[in-house]
């Protein structure tokens, strides 16, 4: 079964900052791979995913991510953090080839903005 | 836009009763399916749908059920509510055919069982 692991579940920025938010996954086989953000009481949304093609993905709010398959990775990240970057930031997987429709889900990293 | 809409931001109930979490899709996605979210945890499936009437049971089924009796609808039914199962509740539905476009989530349920 496909795990997730996000390193850290809280980080904390400057404004103006590098964000840097770590997932690894496991798998022989490389997955569907997805980060979505959930501002407080809210539902998820999609911030970027991978499916195919160029490694480095662009993502909406200036986030990116880039698919390294020898480090079973996909670490998000922001050159420079703004206030309403604050939220919690989740990591997904799905199944490229099983046919299992679900994703699997990160603990989730909780990030925060300092002024 | 597709919208998946859960009928009930807060839900207070008690210990023992019935309860039903309510979502709606309406873009004719196939797949609907039901997590909880909880601090640290992450999300965690409960169940899923892949079509009308159809449910796979996700990796924490214990103590829910589900209904989908219509292609929009997908219903989460706790049978007896316990205190354990205080929780943040979110469905989210996507096509059938298309895994690498993810979901699209509901704003979710805050459940509290007291």
């Known amino acids: 079964a496909q795990s997730v692991t996000q390193l850290g579940s809280h980080v904390s920025v400057s404004e103006g900052a590098l964000v840097l938010l770590r997932c690894n996954y496991s798998s022989s086989v490389p997955p569907y791979l997805f980060w979505y953000v959930q501002y407080p009481n809210q539902g998820l949304q999609l911030l970027l995913k991978?499916?195919?093609?160029?490694?480095l993905v662009k993502g909406i709010n200036g986030f990116e991510a880039e698919f390294k398959k020898s480090e079973t990775s996909f670490h998000l990240t922001k050159p420079s953090a703004h206030m309403s970057d604050a939220a919690e930031y989740f990591c997904a997987v799905s199944d490229r080839y099983t046919g299992r429709r679900a994703l699997t889900f990160g603990s989730g990293t909780r990030l925060q903005v300092q002024p | 836009d597709v919208k998946v809409t859960q009928s009930s931001r807060y839900l207070v109930k008690r210990t023992g009763e019935k309860v039903f979490l309510e979502c709606v899709q309406d873009m004719d996605h196939e797949n609907m399916f039901w997590y909880r979210q909880d601090p640290g945890l992450g999300l965690r499936l409960i169940y899923f749908?892949?079509?009308?009437?159809?449910?796979e049971k996700g990796d924490i089924p214990e103590g829910y059920s589900v209904s989908r009796e219509k292609k929009e609808r997908f219903s989460l039914i706790l049978e007896s509510a316990s205190t354990n199962q205080t929780s943040m509740y979110l469905c989210a539905s996507s096509f059938s055919d298309r895994a690498g476009y993810g979901y699209t989530f509901g704003s979710g349920t805050r459940l509290t069982v007291v």
């Open positions: 749908s892949y079509d009308v009437k159809m449910k």
């Open positions: 991978y499916t195919t093609g160029a490694t």
